[in-house]
């Protein structure tokens, strides 16, 4: 098959080029340099010009799945009349990172479906391989696994003399905005125990004073911290049968009963309680405080009643080593304290924000990423090397420095008023 070419699907009927948008995205991340080839680039000026393609492409990027949500997002996005109305996600589909991919061919003369879905998603493509994208990725974003899409013909002109197709597809995480603003919460006092929260009672001083790396999501152990092997007193051996690399795998749950609140007060509860179990020494361990973790599952469950609702939080932690020698990887977040009380809570997370890392050494870029719906962002960088972290333009530029010697938290504290 000639490279940047697709597989042979038929879209003559709108549900078949509606799955025909996602099997082109997966086209696309089976290979993305060999499928730019066909677009013609050169493979080596492509990766000269896009070091981090490397890294993703060694790493292998996971193939968009279709869910039942986004689909549905997918759909009243794609409505011009307005007649849908997106859906109201639930605490369980909400995810942590979206972004959508849109477009509309206009023509006089019949233009397959197929040659206009590809003009959208490869004009799409072509902006992530330009070295000079700011924006968030989305083809080539490893993070969205699961998508919608959408495709219908309309009328491009008020007096229907050119017909168009519309194209929608709308990619989301795995991870759900209410596991992300955990993680955010246990790396946060993984980081600075006695600041970044307080317990009535108990002080978190004996789990100062140690230098703890961050945490990040291992999609083996999300995907088992939502089964019941998790629950057998032989979990460990269940985790690296599942297939978890690593060792050490150590769990620490809570299920508690609330007063009906939002689901940002929720996540701040259930924290609370996890990090109350491990100064009460309820944990059987150190889970959030064990100081060698490298990987994290989390799962959470919401049930909501009448006047109350049940909640209960899953958190499996285990040991791999460093996947990249020579670099290392920042857990961020860009935070507005509107509490003021020098730390982020759930709800002050800033999305959409893009953030420049710059090399104090080269003076030079050395990344930028974007942050999601709760102000998290990731980036892989050299380490050993100065950096500057910068947010914002003018009077609400925020820059941090921060020297880089090896997996690390950095929070990025930004004005209330600040927008977005």
């Known amino acids: 098959m000639a490279a940047g070419s697709v597989p042979n699907v038929h879209a003559s009927d709108t549900h078949g080029t509606r799955q025909y948008i996602l099997d082109l995205i997966n086209w696309i991340r089976l290979d993305p340099v060999e499928y730019a080839r066909g677009l013609g680039y050169d493979a080596q000026t492509l990766m000269d010009q896009n070091p981090w393609l490397i890294t993703l492409v060694e790493q292998g990027l996971p193939m968009v799945v279709s869910r039942e949500y986004l689909q549905l997002q997918a759909a009243a ?3 011009m ?3 849908a109305p997106e859906p109201e996600p639930s605490l369980s589909q909400d995810p942590a990172e979206t972004g959508q991919i849109s477009g509309a061919v ?41 998508a919608g899409a959408d495709f219908r013909a309309d009328r491009s002109t008020t007096d229907g003399s050119r017909l168009a197709y519309q194209v929608m597809a709308v990619l989301g995480s795995g991870i759900t905005r209410s596991q992300r603003q955990m993680l955010n919460l246990i790396n946060q006092v993984r980081h600075d125990p006695t600041a ?18 961050p945490l990040f999501f291992h999609d083996v152990l999300q995907a088992f911290a939502d089964t019941e092997f998790l ?33 940002d007060t929720m996540v701040s509860w259930l ?23 490298t990987d994290a599952g989390i799962s959470l469950a919401f049930t909501s009643g009448q006047t109350l609702d049940h ?25 507005a304290d509107a509490n003021q009380d020098r730390v982020y809570t759930p709800g002050e997370g800033r999305s959409g924000r893009t953030v420049s890392v710059y090399d104090l050494v080269t003076f030079q870029p050395a990344a930028t990423v974007v942050t999601d719906e709760t102000g998290h962002f990731s980036v892989r ?29 950095f929070s990025l504290p930004v004005p209330v008023d600040a927008l977005p």
């Open 196 to 213: 970044a929260v307080r317990v009535p009672d108990y002080s978190l001083a004996q789990f100062a004073g140690r230098v703890r790396t």
């Open 311 to 335: 909640a209960s939080l899953a958190l499996v932690t285990g040991i791999t080593e460093q996947d990249t020698p020579g670099y290392s990887r920042i857990y961020g977040m860009v935070y």
């Open 231 to 263: 629950r057998t007193p032989e979990y460990a051996i269940h985790a690296q049968n599942f297939g978890y690399p690593g060792l050490w795998v150590t769990r620490s749950s809570v299920l508690e009963i609330f007063p009906k609140t939002d689901a």
């Open 381 to 409: 960088l050299p380490s050993d090397r100065p950096y500057a972290f910068q947010t914002g333009e003018g009077d609400t530029l925020v820059s941090r420095d921060l020297y880089l010697t090896e997996n690390q938290f």
């Open 271 to 293: 924290f609370s309680a996890l990090v109350l179990n491990e100064a009460k020494g309820l944990a059987g361990g150190p889970v959030i405080f064990g100081s060698y973790y």
């Open 106 to 146: 206009s023509f006089l003369n019949f233009v397959d479906p197929q040659a206009a879905v590809g003009f959208v998603i490869n004009h799409q493509f072509k902006k992530e391989l330009d070295p000079g994208f700011s924006g968030r990725r989305l083809i080539l974003n490893p993070s969205l696994d699961f």
């Open 77 to 79: 996005r794609n409505d």
């Open 81 to 83: 009349s307005g007649a």
